[in-house]
């Protein structure tokens, strides 16, 4: 069983910058593919982006690349998603959540077994 946790959220002015973090416990974090999710008010969960064990394979959603970054710490059993240049569209309570496999990187919301809580990010205009 693999628990996560995220943290980091919270409300930051359009053009600010958040680092979500996803602590992992349970299972050595090397096993997974981790990815982030989002999802805003009446909408389905969107990918957001995702990395493989060893982070040598990402994936960005088209609509935060280049402003978003996926890492991760398999020591600390922690992956990160730093989030630059934030817009009002980014609002939207955002999940990391864990594939079983760990070389490649799925984008939907069935490839992911494991998930947090949620936590809330806005971003006001």
């Known amino acids: 069983q693999l628990l996560l946790s995220e943290s980091g959220g919270g409300l930051v002015q359009a053009g600010g910058s958040l680092k979500l973090s996803c602590a992992a416990s349970?299972?050595?974090?090397?096993?997974?593919?981790m990815g982030w999710f989002r999802q805003a008010p009446g909408e389905d969960h969107e990918f957001v982006a995702g990395?493989?064990?060893?982070?040598?394979?990402?994936q960005y959603a088209d609509s935060v690349k280049g402003r978003f970054i996926i890492s991760r710490d398999n020591a600390k059993n922690t992956v990160f998603l730093q989030m630059n240049s934030l817009k009002p569209e980014d609002t939207a309570v955002y999940y990391c959540?864990?594939?079983?496999?760990?070389?490649?990187?799925?984008?939907?919301?069935?490839?992911?077994?494991?998930w947090g809580q949620g936590t809330q990010v806005t971003v006001s205009a």
């Open positions: 349970g299972r050595a974090l090397s096993r997974h593919t």
């Open positions: 990395a493989t064990w060893d982070a040598s394979i990402t």
């Open positions: 959540a864990a594939d079983r496999r760990n070389w490649v990187v799925g984008t939907t919301r069935s490839d992911y077994y494991y």
